[in-house]
């Protein structure tokens, strides 16, 4: 850990010497490659150092697995009685981010899908694009649109699919709940902050711990630590860690593709908001 402070410092001053900064801005193919690979030896570096810390819950707090809080919350949230909150778990089982289904709009109209990565760019704010029973009759997976998230300033616009069973819950409880009313806002969950909602709803679940780290934070931190149990090997539970922290929404299966198909999205994306922010080192800005 030490090692690595001291490699982010020289690495600061590497990036902003004049005469390698000029070159870098200008397109210096050569010395942006250079960069990059140090870029990736010193994040992947800094991302090992933090990964098992970061993804564990402080030792006062109680975490019980994903299965058990998953099994709690579904009983005690029937979906005739609760069709909120069952539908909030169900998403949220296939989607364990951050407080991100908040203001979530719900797009049953007729317009074009996000099917190109153009039309995911152009997609204004969070967006479930659901089936109808007119153009999108023939639709089977709602499309999930991420444009407003903790990251999103250095990872842009994220693009999702909710499953066939869960699309089918979705599209049902919007059609009961008249979502996509015309006097309504059209918020699949409302618009505000959901911690407190979730927070309330863990507080009246018998077997769920009254004193935890956070409330969605919790369900997160759950989800995360019962997948990593289900790895075998270091480098694949570190693997898991840390692409849950830079991809606040993916499920395992994305982070498995991911994984598999570009190596570069082990990088530590938490780590980088903190270069970005020059919040890494406290006061290198200053170096």
Same mark, same amino acid.
């Given at each position: 850990?030490?090692?690595?402070?001291?490699?982010?410092?020289?690495?600061?001053?590497?990036?902003?010497?004049?005469?390698?900064?000029?070159?870098?801005?200008?397109?210096?193919?050569?010395?942006?490659?250079?960069?990059?690979?140090?870029?990736?030896?010193?994040?992947?570096?800094?991302?090992?150092?933090?990964?098992?810390?970061?993804?564990?819950?402080?030792?006062?707090?109680?975490?019980?697995?994903?299965?058990?809080?998953?099994?709690?919350?579904?009983?005690?949230?029937?979906?005739?009685?609760?069709?909120?909150?069952?539908? +909030?778990?169900?998403?949220?089982?296939?989607?364990?981010?951050?407080?991100?289904?908040?203001?979530?709009?719900?797009?049953?109209?007729?317009?074009?899908?996000?099917?190109?990565?153009?039309?995911?760019?152009?997609?204004?704010?969070?967006?479930?694009?659901?089936?109808?029973?007119?153009?999108?009759?023939?639709?089977?997976?709602?499309? +999930?649109?991420?444009?407003? +998230?903790?990251?999103?300033?250095?990872?842009?616009?994220?693009?999702?699919?909710?499953?066939? /069973?869960?699309?089918?819950?979705?599209?049902? +409880?919007?059609?009961?709940?008249?979502?996509?009313?015309?006097?309504?806002?059209?918020?699949?969950?409302?618009?505000?902050?959901?911690?407190?909602?979730? /927070?309330?709803?863990?507080?009246?679940?018998?077997?769920?711990?009254?004193?935890?780290?956070?409330?969605?934070?919790?369900?997160?931190?759950?989800?995360?630590?019962?997948?990593?149990?289900?790895?075998?090997?270091?480098?694949?539970?570190?693997?898991?860690?840390?692409?849950?922290?830079?991809?606040?929404?993916?499920?395992?299966?994305?982070?498995?593709?991911?994984?598999?198909?570009?190596?570069?999205?082990?990088?530590?994306?938490?780590?980088?908001?903190?270069?970005?922010?020059?919040?890494?080192?406290? /006061?290198?800005?200053?170096?």
């Amino acid at each position: 850990k030490t090692t690595n402070d001291e490699f982010a410092v020289l690495f600061r001053i590497i990036r902003e010497y004049p005469a390698f900064s000029k070159d870098y801005e200008e397109g210096n193919r050569s010395l942006i490659l250079a960069y990059k690979r140090l870029d990736k030896i010193f994040i992947e570096t800094e991302a090992k150092v933090m990964a098992e810390k970061a993804q564990k819950p402080k030792p006062k707090f109680v975490l019980p697995s994903w299965d058990v809080v998953k099994r709690l919350w579904m009983e005690r949230y029937p979906k005739e009685q609760y069709p909120k909150e069952h539908l +909030y778990m169900l998403m949220y089982n296939e989607n364990p981010g951050r407080d991100d289904f908040k203001r979530l709009f719900v797009d049953d109209t007729d317009g074009e899908l996000p099917d190109t990565r153009q039309k995911v760019e152009a997609v204004a704010k969070n967006t479930l694009f659901i089936p109808n029973d007119s153009t999108r009759k023939n639709k089977r997976k709602a499309d +999930y649109i991420l444009t407003d +998230y903790k990251t999103k300033s250095l990872y842009d616009t994220q693009a999702y699919q909710f499953s066939e /069973g869960v699309t089918k819950e979705i599209v049902e +409880y919007v059609k009961k709940q008249k979502i996509t009313s015309p006097r309504s806002d059209k918020y699949l969950f409302g618009a505000g902050a959901m911690s407190q909602w979730v /927070g309330k709803a863990l507080d009246a679940i018998p077997g769920i711990p009254k004193k935890r780290e956070g409330n969605i934070n919790f369900l997160r931190k759950s989800f995360i630590s019962t997948e990593e149990k289900k790895l075998k090997t270091p480098a694949e539970r570190e693997q898991l860690a840390i692409i849950f922290r830079h991809s606040p929404n993916a499920s395992l299966k994305y982070v498995r593709e991911l994984a598999k198909s570009h190596p570069d999205s082990s990088l530590d994306k938490e780590t980088l908001e903190k270069i970005a922010k020059n919040k890494l080192i406290p /006061g290198l800005d200053k170096v």
